[in-house]
Every structure is written in C-alpha cells, then in structure tokens.
C-alpha cells in the first residue's frame, strides 16, 4: 500500500485495518517515495510488516513477500502444534 493515495491516505487505512479485530492481523506492507524517517516511524509503530522505499526492485518485493508468508506459515503450524498438545490434556 502506498502512503500517498486520494481520499484517505496511508496512514489512515492503516489504522482502520489495525484498529478493527477482524483485519488487525493482515500483513501490511507499504511502498512509498516517502523517505523520512518519521513516516517510516510513525508505519512500524502502527504496525505494519515492512516497509519499503520507492524505486523497488520487484525481486526484493517477492522475496519480502515470501519471507512474511513463510513466517506466517511457522506462527500458524506452532499455534496448531500447541492447540493439539493443549487440547490433548
């Protein structure tokens, strides 16, 4: 997601898709010409997964990409590895 979009701006998506239940846990990764360090900040604070300065190389994009879906994969088998053993007793 970009930073500078019309109506409602990055940071404001943001913070509905982390302020509501039933979207807070979406990755979010934004691509921005945004170099400032404060809205770099500001995007990590409010949660989001990476983040990425404009110009991007697309092979970093889908390397980025792979390594959020790898670790979303691990979270989700630990979680049902756990729930199992929970479950068991």
């Not at 997601?1 to 509905?16: A, E, R, S």
């Not at 921005?32 to 989001?48: F, K, M």
């Not at 994009?61 to 670790?71: H, K, N, T």
């Not at 994969?73 to 929970?86: C, I, N």
Request: glycine share 6%; hydrophobic share 40%.
């Amino acid at each position: 997601m970009d930073l500078n979009m019309p109506i409602m701006d990055g940071f404001q998506v943001l913070h509905k898709l982390k302020s509501n239940p039933e979207t807070e846990h979406i990755p979010v990764i934004i691509l921005t010409a945004r170099i400032d360090i404060e809205s770099e900040l500001r995007c990590l604070q409010a949660g989001v997964t990476d983040y990425i300065k404009k110009p991007w190389d697309p092979a970093e994009l889908q390397e980025r990409i792979a390594i959020i879906v790898g670790a979303r994969e691990l979270e989700r088998e630990g979680y049902v590895t756990k729930s199992a053993k929970s479950g068991d007793k």
